[in-house]
């Protein structure tokens, strides 16, 4: 383990660029991977002595990632330094010019310098030279990833060389100044004079590294997990492709060695009420009754705790029977029950402690042929939540976070650990409900358009093996609330790129949230609400 800071994140950065599992390139070139949940401090105690995080509580999100709850960094408490990474790859080469020989780096980084120094200069001059982490890595289709074979790879067969590997290879990194390509670099053996071009490295290894007696060296993946200190069994049990499990040269900054699994959801109104903050207060002993007494919910609804509570049984009840009946196990779930909550809550006025404020907004007679109802949300919460990761393909970006092809990548891996890292951010957004009359209108003439989009998207989903679909109606949803946040970001102070969407697509049910948050103490200035007034949204 690193035991000086390696850098500085922002808290969100945690659950997207560099959750575990990911590379981080830190101060003075140090490159290090972010460690499992394991690792991470206060992993296994109670959230209830958390001094670091805060724990953030959501009955939906907590029932489809099967955790007690979520943990948030809290800036105020000197976290920085806080989420625990080694060092990876563990390969560089000295920034010298004059040396350039490549080294694995072990232990910690030099304390006076902050950095890992080549060994070889300080040696033979005295001088502390930083060493330069190798950029390329080998990963396989479900995620796993090591160090590049450097020796293997100077050593391997070429048109002038055979295969074989010396006594002491000691490789120095080389480059010529033709161009930048992989094609420029050279891995240089001193000691037997040996060397092969970086061309071909990112590709499937086995293919093109032949050992000195004509057969492949044994580059199949062997479940190496850095972030998890562990090895794991690839293919993994789930694979739909169980013979994929060669490994291939990446770079480490390439765009497909992390792609987070992100799942989110809004706090709605009704874990606003006072009962259902009593249900989540003995949320465990509700828990225990039902496994453990084989109580009822109509027998729990008259238990004492409910007391302290203004509410007749039969309240308490339905609360319950919302809080627990209905099974909850992807996102899509959790979009009806929030959707629902929000068309039917009463206008909540703005308060400042309060997780979510909403009212309807009066609609300018030109557009109530497209559009029905208009809410704006002047405060709004949402919790978004890492549950994993892949490499090398993208995950489904319509799926509900199933496994997909056994490619999902664990970011722990003790049972124990009840709980993923998540970001609370606060916001303001508008929910426009559109006609269904006009949608269906829409479908019945462009259903030609949409097919062949759709057509194409299901090649893409049978080629990787995604389980999600789309509708025609998203297209419309979707396309529709892009050029409201491009015509937003013009008026509202917001850039487009902070402005987001949550659309809401069922049968009979069609709308869009346009919102912006920041996990800052307010996390809005109003300027996207204020454009939900009568004309303002008609402009």
Not at 141 to 150: L, S, T
Not at 306 to 313: P, Q
Not at 383 to 399: I, S
Not at 505 to 512: D, G, T, Y
Request: glycine share 6%; hydrophobic share 30%.
């Amino acid at each position: 383990m690193i035991s000086k800071v390696a850098g500085q994140i922002r808290s969100s950065e945690i659950i997207t660029t560099y959750g575990p599992g990911s590379i981080f390139n830190g101060k003075e070139g140090v490159s290090t991977m972010i460690m499992g949940l394991d690792f991470w401090p206060e992993a296994f105690d109670n959230p209830e002595n958390l001094g670091k995080f805060k724990a953030v509580k959501h009955p939906f999100l907590e029932s489809v990632c099967r955790k007690d709850h979520f943990r948030m960094p809290l800036l105020e408490s000197g976290f920085g330094g806080g989420v625990p990474c080694k060092p990876f790859p563990g390969w560089g080469y000295c920034e010298f010019r004059g040396c350039h020989l490549m080294s694995e780096v072990e232990g910690t980084p030099d304390k006076d310098t902050g950095y890992y120094v080549c060994k070889y200069c300080l040696k033979k001059y005295g001088y502390k030279n930083k060493i330069l982490p190798a950029r390329l890595v080998l990963i396989c289709d479900y995620g796993h990833v090591k160090d590049f074979p450097w020796v293997e790879w100077a050593h391997s067969k070429t048109s002038k060389q055979n295969a074989g590997i010396c006594e002491k290879p000691l490789l120095r990194w080389s480059f010529s100044k033709k161009g930048t390509t992989l094609s420029a670099y050279t891995v240089f053996c001193t000691h037997c004079e040996k060397k092969r071009s970086m061309s071909r490295s990112t590709q499937v290894l086995n293919e093109i590294l032949p050992s000195k007696d004509g057969n492949a060296w044994n580059l199949s993946c062997d479940g190496n997990s850095p972030w998890l200190e562990k090895n794991q069994k690839c293919p993994p049990k789930n694979a739909t492709a169980p013979n994929r499990s060669l490994m291939r040269g990446n770079h480490v900054r390439a765009s497909n060695m992390y792609f987070p699994i992100v799942i989110s959801a809004l706090q709605i109104p009704r874990f606003e009420n006072e009962i259902q903050k009593q249900i989540e207060k003995w949320d465990k002993t509700i828990k225990y009754f039902r496994k453990n007494k084989g109580m009822s919910y109509e027998e729990i609804a008259k238990e004492e705790f409910f007391s302290e509570v203004n509410a007749d049984t039969q309240e308490i009840l339905d609360e319950l029977r919302y809080r627990y009946e209905d099974s909850i196990t992807n996102e899509q779930d959790i979009k009806t029950r929030e959707y629902q909550d929000i068309i039917r809550t009463q206008n909540i006025p703005f308060r400042s402690d309060r997780t979510i404020s909403i009212s309807d907004v009066e609609i300018h007679p030109k557009i109530t042929p497209y559009v029905s109802r208009v809410r704006k949300l002047d405060r709004l919460t949402i919790v978004q939540a890492l549950m994993a990761f892949t490499r090398a393909n993208q995950p489904d970006p319509y799926g509900n976070g199933e496994a997909e092809s056994g490619s999902l990548c664990r970011i722990y891996k003790s049972r124990k650990i009840n709980w993923l890292p998540c970001v609370e951010t606060k916001g303001e957004g508008i929910l426009i409900i559109l006609n269904e009359k006009r949608i269906k209108e829409w479908m019945s003439k462009s259903s030609a358009r949409c097919n062949m989009i759709l057509s194409n998207f299901e090649k893409l989903r049978q080629l990787r093996h995604w389980t999600g679909n789309v509708q025609p109606e998203y297209l419309l949803l979707h396309t529709i609330s892009h050029l409201i946040i491009r015509s937003l970001a013009e008026r509202s102070g917001y850039s487009e790129s902070s402005i987001k969407e949550r659309i809401y697509c069922e049968e009979n049910n069609h709308a869009i949230l346009i919102y912006t948050a920041s996990n800052s103490s307010e996390g809005s200035l109003g300027g996207l609400v204020k454009n939900s007034a009568k004309d303002d949204l008609l402009n």
